[in-house]
């Protein structure tokens, strides 16, 4: 079964506007949370991530939430731009010496 | 630092034929990882090599799919027999060391099986 799941294949916003991406996960040994960037035609990218000793990581534009005991984590992005229209991954995994499990992706669009 | 390199970036093969595909890992890197990308599964797990050890293959079909680390500098993933469900971007990433840091992919090798 798929161990890592985003609800929303795709999603719409206008530039400018704040936006949420939901990712839940099955795992209870999970603790490590990221969210990867994909471009057309090009490989995913390390956008943010977080380890789960910690609720909450900003980077700018971009913040990750977790909520353990939900299994739940997601991707908040502010003042959104065209530029962000990509592919987003969340990915999941125990950390050490095992694998990293991926959601099947949000494709998100921002309206100029 | 070239990042992570695949090669080759298409192949096409007929059924039934066999298929190579070859990636270079950061140079330093310890971890590297398979991981295969179609529209309807998104990007599942291979396998996964750590100081060029095997430690997990869960994610690799057990019939006609086979890995290899020879060297700190170079993996293949080989598929014996291809069939059109194959058909799909095969990429290969690599981190420092572990799953939980970032990983870095390469562009991939997309397989057409006709």
């Known amino acids: 079964g798929q161990q890592v799941k985003q609800s929303s294949p795709s999603l719409t916003v206008q530039e400018g506007g704040i936006l949420i991406l939901n990712c839940d996960y099955e795992?209870?040994?999970?603790?490590?949370f990221a969210w990867y960037k994909k471009y057309p035609d090009n490989s995913p990218t390390l956008l943010i991530s977080?380890?789960?000793?910690?609720d909450k990581r900003e980077d700018g534009r971009f913040t990750v939430f977790l909520n353990k005991s939900g299994k739940h984590f997601s991707l908040h992005i502010t003042a959104s731009q065209p530029e962000d229209t990509a592919v987003y991954l969340c990915?999941?995994?125990?950390?050490?010496?095992?694998?990293?499990?991926f959601g099947q992706g949000t494709v998100l669009s921002v309206i100029p | 630092n070239a990042g992570v390199i695949q090669t080759p970036r298409h192949k096409v093969t007929g059924k039934g034929q066999e298929a190579t595909l070859w990636c270079e890992p950061i140079?330093?890197?310890?971890?590297v990882f398979w991981y295969r990308q179609t529209i309807v599964q998104g990007l599942e797990f291979l396998t996964y090599?750590?100081?060029?050890?095997?430690?997990?293959d869960s994610g690799m079909p057990k019939e006609r799919f086979s890995a290899q680390m020879p060297n700190q500098s170079h993996s293949t993933l080989k598929i014996q027999s291809t069939q059109p469900q194959d058909s799909a971007v095969y990429l290969c990433?690599?981190?420092?060391?572990?799953?939980?840091?970032?990983?870095?992919f390469g562009h991939g090798t997309k397989l057409s099986v006709l």
């Open positions: 090599f750590r100081n060029q050890a095997p430690i997990d």
């Open positions: 977080v380890r789960s000793n910690v």
């Open positions: 990433a690599s981190s420092l060391r572990y799953s939980n840091e970032r990983l870095f």
């Open positions: 795992n209870d040994m999970f603790d490590y």
């Open positions: 990915a999941a995994g125990p950390g050490g010496n095992n694998k990293l499990t």
């Open positions: 140079s330093g890197h310890s971890a």
